[in-house]
């Protein structure tokens, strides 16, 4: 007999003989009984990538499933009770049309993040042949949309961790994006030729503050603790990269907390001009943005 939501064992066993869609109805309510959110969504991408099949295709099936298939789908259930992220039990996030591969200790792209490459793009506007570094770039996705948008950019990539350098790298090469992928902290990796001229930097560095992490839900918390906590810290260290590095009229873009606009837009007016903040689709505060001074007088 299938187990109900909140008892320990997951709705599905080894003779299973429902069809896919009510043990996804199953799943979905024994999700919901642990407290995870989309628990419907959830449980369908779930089976999607036990069966290893599309949407259409689950839903016509009218066989239940195997035994391996009820184990694996079973044991997938109780990680993402225990708080392991969809993403790195499926392997995959979607990213402005881009199907990246994610795996545990690299940080998951969000959608909200769509928005700092949205930016980024608009800023280069009509630039020929722009270079543009994303520094702390995970999985890639920032680098990766950035140059599938504007194939004319050189696109730089940097990252300290090695997971993370290496699946951007798989990225690249699986979603046929050449960018330069190196390891290295923020712009220390890329060709000192381009001290000065860099058109756009951006970056979604690590902002969550070491008193917030605490507060976290447990499966933002299984993802690397080096990729979410750094306050404001790294920020300041990017207007610091951007005095050198960006060309004459290049743009400094990076993504903050929601409560961090004001913090972060006073290091920006510093050293640079034209800073705004900018919301994301919510309304809250997501990106800032400032522009290198041209000289003197900006």
Known sequence: ??????????????????????????AARYLEGHGIQSPDATAEALLLFVLGTERA?????????STAEAKRYGRALCQRCKGTPLQYLTGKQ?????????EPGVFVPRPETEGLVEEAIRLLGGRRDPVVVDAGTGTGAVALAVKHLRPDAT???TDVSLAAVTLAR????????????????????VPAELVGAVDVLVSNPPYVTAEAYQSLPVEVRAEPYEALVGGTG?????????????APDGWL???????????VAGLFAEDLVEVDVLPDLAGRDRVVRGRRRLGPNG
């Open 57 to 65: 295709s689950l839903y016509a099936r009218r066989s239940g499933l």
């Open 1 to 26: 007999m299938a187990a109900t939501a909140g008892s320990e064992g997951p709705p599905v066993s080894e003779d299973e003989a429902s069809p896919p869609a009510q043990v996804v109805r199953r």
């Open 253 to 263: 873009v990076v993504e903050i907390g929601d409560e961090q606009g004001p913090e």
């Open 155 to 157: 696109v730089f990539a």
């Open 234 to 246: 790294v920020h300041s260290r990017l207007v610091d990269a951007a005095v050198r590095w960006l």
């Open 94 to 102: 979607p990213f402005m049309g881009l199907a990246l591969s994610v």
């Open 170 to 189: 798989s990225n690249a090469v699986h979603l046929g994006i050449p960018i330069d992928v190196r390891r290295g902290d923020l712009l220390e990796p």
